[in-house]
């Protein structure tokens, strides 16, 4: 498979995964010179303008990842026809993500429609760190790293 062209990460708040997705693979596509269009959505509304999760931003700053422009959005039927592909950040994300895509199915009119699946292509949820501590944070990062590198690899292999 080639890079997708634009890539929209989703969790539920759009406050500790999906930027801190965004934030690496932002990062990642930068040192191997991949022109992906990036960003980041929640299914929910709850946090809507707010910034990411300040645990996730210091996390990520110590890691070399700079979150603090971005801000937390709902994903929309639009998106669908504006990414190419839409990565979950887990099973319940995903099964929401499901439905909306109907719904952006119903009402393409001859628009390409979003590709729609896990981040993690092993199927292992990216766990939401929200109500536990900086650790957590830490192990999160960890794992959308190795993640994005998995996608990495293999787009470089199909270029």
């Not at 191997?32 to 996390?59: C, E, F, M, Q, W």
């Not at 110590?62 to 190419?84: K, M, P």
């Not at 950040?89 to 199915?105: F, G, H, P, V």
């Not at 939401?128 to 959308?144: I, K, N, Q, R, T």
Request: proline share 4%; with cysteine; aromatic share 8%.
């Amino acid at each position: 498979m080639t890079y997708p062209s634009s890539i929209l990460f989703v969790c539920l708040g759009n406050i500790c995964r999906s930027p801190a997705a965004e934030a690496v693979m932002a990062t990642k596509i930068s040192n191997a010179r991949l022109p992906i269009r990036l960003d980041s959505a929640g299914t929910a509304n709850y946090h809507t303008g707010n910034p990411p999760d300040t645990r996730s931003i210091k996390v990520g700053r110590s890691l070399g990842y700079d979150l603090s422009s971005l801000r937390a959005r709902q994903i929309s039927v639009a998106d669908f026809y504006e990414f190419e592909l839409i990565f979950a950040m887990d099973e319940s994300n995903l099964a929401n993500l499901s439905k909306l895509r109907t719904q952006a199915e119903q009402l393409a009119d001859g628009r390409t429609v979003a590709r729609l699946q896990l981040f993690d292509p092993t199927g292992k949820a990216v766990a939401d760190p929200y109500y536990g501590d900086e650790s957590d944070f830490v192990a999160m990062y960890a794992h959308l790293e190795s993640v994005a590198d998995q996608h990495l690899t293999a787009w470089q292999a199909h270029q």
